[in-house]
């Protein structure tokens, strides 16, 4: 099922589950044609679960591996048990200002975005890809453990104390670090509370869950999240039934139920004749790379192998090539 039958999946998975969140954003090509920009879903499940949460907001995104260029983004909180609980997902064009801008004002209905529906709301940014940063940029130092030890402190007093040992190691460390806000990398000056959430780890460990799902069109992707949820909010539920307190059952309390067959139901002839057409953008030819993409100073994972030195074909001693070569031949 592909961008064409987009409309009439959401319908029925609306009318399956009642209460759910799904929404098309389309544009006129110079033909008229009616094409395909963003969508949103978000299930009720997921909704009536995420008021007790954590009240702390993950945002990402990641990049498809399909026919045409495509990014997922995702907003996810974490549950009682410390595990990834997503609430909204959206299919963009690319990460920019229109497409999160968009994105959030979907999920208003859900939670109030960011200043502007909810002003008590505040942001921050991952510690692990700063911690990264830095030590890509600053290579052979004790960046790794000084800048997320200063993140972590809670006090003051005790950030200061590693903030100035970070100024009196590198100094260039920490000026990069001074044309950063405060507020949005440390504890002791965030000015809500973070919830000892001081990195976007649900967020990859959503992705890496999604990892087959995204070379695949869109309808079969928002089908695998569907079905993916359906199966964790069962898990979850058996083992609070078992080994955990009643109190938390109200966070996986919502039944997600699938999609009936669209001939067994009336559908309104409005999205019968939608005619919705793929974007104009296309991935370039090739096969795609579908392994993650580190972040800057991310380790991959396994021992690094190494580089083979060049070996000469003329003299076939290692250190050169062929063309390059100065030695003697006897």
């Known amino acids: 099922m592909s961008i064409y039958a987009l409309a009439k999946y959401f319908y029925v998975l609306k009318y399956a589950n009642p209460g759910t969140i799904t929404d098309i954003k389309t544009e006129l090509d110079k033909e008229g044609k009616t094409r395909f920009k963003y969508a949103f ?6 909704i009536d679960g995420w008021k007790h949460l954590r009240k702390v907001l993950v945002v990402d995104g990641t990049h498809m591996f399909g026919k045409y260029k495509g990014v997922l983004l995702s907003a996810s909180g974490q549950d009682a048990d410390y595990r990834a609980f997503p609430i909204a997902f959206a299919v963009v064009d690319s990460e920019n200002s229109d497409s999160w801008k968009w994105f959030f004002e979907r999920c208003a209905a859900i939670f109030a975005a960011k200043d502007r529906w909810y002003p008590r709301a505040h942001h921050g940014i991952c510690l692990e890809h700063l911690k990264r940063n830095v030590g890509e940029k600053y290579k052979g130092l004790q960046h790794n453990d000084m800048v997320p030890s200063a993140g972590e402190a809670f006090k ?3 950030f200061e104390k590693l903030y100035e040992l970070i100024k009196l190691t590198d100094w260039r460390c920490w000026n990069y670090l001074e044309k950063i806000d405060r507020k ?12 000892n959430l001081m990195t976007s780890n649900i967020a990859e460990s959503l992705n890496h869950a999604l990892l087959p799902a995204r070379d695949s069109p869109i309808v079969a992707l928002m ?7 359906t199966r964790w909010f069962e898990s979850r539920r058996c083992k609070i039934k078992y080994h955990v307190k009643d109190t938390w059952s109200e966070t996986v309390k919502g039944i997600i139920l699938p999609v009936p067959n669209p001939e067994d139901i009336h559908i309104p002839a409005d999205i019968l004749k939608l005619q919705l057409f793929p974007p104009m953008t296309k991935r370039t030819k090739g096969r795609p790379d579908i392994k993650t993409k580190l972040s800057a100073g991310e380790v991959p994972e396994g ?3 190494k580089k083979k030195a060049n ?8 250190g050169h090539k062929k063309t390059t070569c100065r030695e003697p031949v006897p």
Not at 41 to 46: D, G, Q, T, V
Not at 223 to 229: D, H, N, V
């Open 156 to 158: 003051v007093a005790e």
């Open 184 to 195: 949005l990398w440390t504890h002791s000056h965030f000015e809500g509370k973070r919830y």
């Open 311 to 318: 070996k000469c074909s003329r003299c076939y001693k290692e």
């Open 223 to 229: 089908e695998f999240i569907r079905r993916m949820l």
């Open 41 to 46: 879903m978000s299930l009720k499940a997921c």
């Open 303 to 305: 021992p690094r192998k």
